[in-house]
């Protein structure tokens, strides 16, 4: 018999986006939309980067540099913040499984919002934990005292996407402050900025003020895969005290983060127009889908990150498999228990409007059939 975990064993798997070239292999359809994955809406990785990629793949004969030397220099310049306080990863994915396997032993506690980013609970059974998922509040965003109230000895970890995926709604910083003061020193509080790179409002919490203060059970999480465009690469970060950065540091694979991978980041940083250009796009599409999805007369909440979720107060699975079967990708959400919506992300202007057309068919089919 094989000892298989029976913790392990009840994992539902992470269900990603629905890759391009499978739908192609799929449904034979040539001509495919991904807005589902929250990736870069410009459709391509920075000019400068694909340079430096080129460059860098020369050299992958070699392995990687462990420390990320060059990146750690060029991020801690950006962020104003010493390279002993940042912590690399293949992807921000890696850094949260690096809390997970680093803070928790079986029946360890982590609470997180109930619709919030479904690896938080994965990583927290892998590591035989126990996720306690509070319920949003009513208006859709992560309640904070709901949070506090469930801490007990046995809590090791609070998870807290700020912007959260998948509702796109945020924590205040007048909010974040109530709550950090009232969080226990021996809860490792995971502030996963993932979408932080599309935020426009004035009273966001700026987190990295905290990890510059060196409060020490703070881990402040950040990736290249969105706002940077370098989501096949797999590199994120995370910002900390000194000590959680060795401590961390301890767990992770010797050369976690591909050559290529810091190339690229390190190149993409210094390509500031990608970076503008791709919050204009943002803004500009998160705009467009307001005013779109109120004409069609559909619920959607506001977000600030680069996606929106979406009623369409019918079976949200079905029109998922409907745009589909039209080439468009989007995110059902029957895994958050919203089977009504979908998510959304924003794409380039021609895919924004092909979807509000897919979308519009569908309703008008609807209310003729
Ligand atoms: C909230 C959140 N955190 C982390 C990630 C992981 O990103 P990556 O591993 O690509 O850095 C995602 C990806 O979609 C996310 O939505």
Redesign the pocket.
């Given at each position: 018999m094989i000892p298989f975990k029976k913790h392990i064993q009840d994992i539902r798997p992470y269900e990603p986006g629905k890759p391009i070239r499978e739908l192609q292999r799929e449904y034979g359809i040539r001509n495919v939309t991904k807005l589902a994955?929250?990736e870069n809406p410009l459709g391509r990785p920075s000019t400068k980067a694909m340079r430096a990629m080129r460059k860098a793949i020369r050299e992958v004969h070699l392995y990687p540099e462990g420390s990320c030397h060059y990146i750690a220099e060029r991020l801690s310049r950006e962020l104003d913040l010493p390279t002993d306080q940042i912590i690399f990863?293949?992807?921000?994915?890696?850094?949260?499984e690096l809390v997970g396997r680093g803070f928790l032993s079986e029946g360890d506690e982590v609470i997180s919002s109930e619709m919030?980013?479904l690896?938080y609970p994965i990583l927290t059974q892998v590591c035989g934990g126990r996720f306690q998922a509070v319920p949003v509040t009513r208006d859709y965003r992560c309640d904070l005292p709901g949070i506090l109230a469930r801490v007990t000895p046995k809590t090791k970890v609070i998870f807290i996407?700020n912007?959260?995926?998948?509702t796109g709604t945020y924590v205040t910083a007048q909010e974040m402050e109530a709550f950090l003061a009232k969080v226990p020193p021996h809860v490792i509080v995971c502030l996963?900025e993932?979408?932080v790179d599309f935020v426009d409002a004035g009273d966001f919490p700026k987190m990295l003020n905290c990890v510059r203060e060196g409060r020490p059970n703070l881990v402040v999480?950040?990736?290249?895969?969105?706002a940077y465009g370098l989501?096949g690469l797999?590199?994120?970060y995370a910002a900390a005290s000194k000590e959680m950065v060795a401590y961390l540091h301890k767990i992770r694979q010797p050369f976690n983060v591909n050559s290529v991978a810091q190339a690229a980041a390190v190149a993409t940083l210094d390509d500031k127009f990608f970076l503008w250009k791709t919050k204009w796009m943002v803004a500009r599409g998160r705009k467009y889908f307001y005013r779109q999805f109120r004409r069609l007369g559909l619920e959607y909440l506001p977000s600030q990150a680069n996606f929106i979720l979406l009623n369409l107060k019918k079976d949200g699975n079905e029109v998922f498999q409907e745009l589909l079967r039209s080439g468009m990708i989007v995110r059902a959400m029957g895994a958050y228990k919203l089977p009504t919506w979908i998510r959304v992300t924003i794409g380039r202007r021609s895919e924004n409007a092909q979807l509000i057309r897919l979308l519009k068919t569908n309703l008008e089919n609807n209310q003729s059939s």
């Open positions: 994955s929250n990863g293949n992807g921000s994915n890696e850094i949260i919030s980013f690896v996407a912007p959260n995926n998948p996963d993932a979408y999480i950040r990736t290249f895969s969105k989501a797999r590199i994120g």
